[in-house]
């Protein structure tokens, strides 16, 4: 896509579509290599959790447009490996707030190393003005809107 004539925008999103494709399966495939038993998903998870400090399981299904039994089934297989743990919220003891343990801190660490070394790799060689305009861009795109895809079923 360099040179020559601008593409359309549709061969554009095409190219947009195919390459965020190709990036989700290398997450995926990098999330297994940090622990073959931590999906993806337990791993954003396990993450979020760790970010805010601790949370319950009904907002991470609202954070990520989740239905409440795949967080609950995910959370699940956090808790069997000793990543997480509930403990009741200090203000209403009825409430269970999720918390990384000390295992699950490491695993989340060492990750973060991981693709810190890999994202310098790879992006090593790209000027500071593109760095942040790729950053602004992923940005734009992931607060554009809270539904990935429009609803085909409604209606």
């Not at 390459?19 to 993806?40: D, I, Y």
């Amino acid at each position: 896509m360099t040179g020559g004539a601008q593409p359309s925008r549709e061969a554009s999103i095409d190219v947009i579509q195919r390459e965020l494709t190709a990036f989700a399966r290398r997450a995926r495939a990098a999330a297994a290599r940090v622990h073959p038993e931590l999906p993806l998903v337990s791993y954003t998870l396990l993450a979020h959790i760790e970010e805010e400090r601790g949370c319950r399981a009904t907002d991470l299904a609202a954070h990520y447009l989740l239905d409440k039994s795949t967080v609950s089934r995910q959370l699940a297989g956090l808790e069997k490996l000793g990543f997480v743990e509930r403990r009741p919220a200090p203000d209403d003891h009825r409430v269970q707030v999720l918390h990384p343990t000390e295992a699950g801190s490491a695993v989340l660490a060492t990750a973060q190393a991981n693709r810190q070394v890999a994202f310098q790799e790879r992006l090593g060689d790209w000027p500071s003005e593109d760095l942040a305009r790729f950053a602004d861009y992923l940005l734009r795109y992931n607060t554009a809107s809270t539904s990935p895809f429009p609803d085909t079923h409604s209606g």
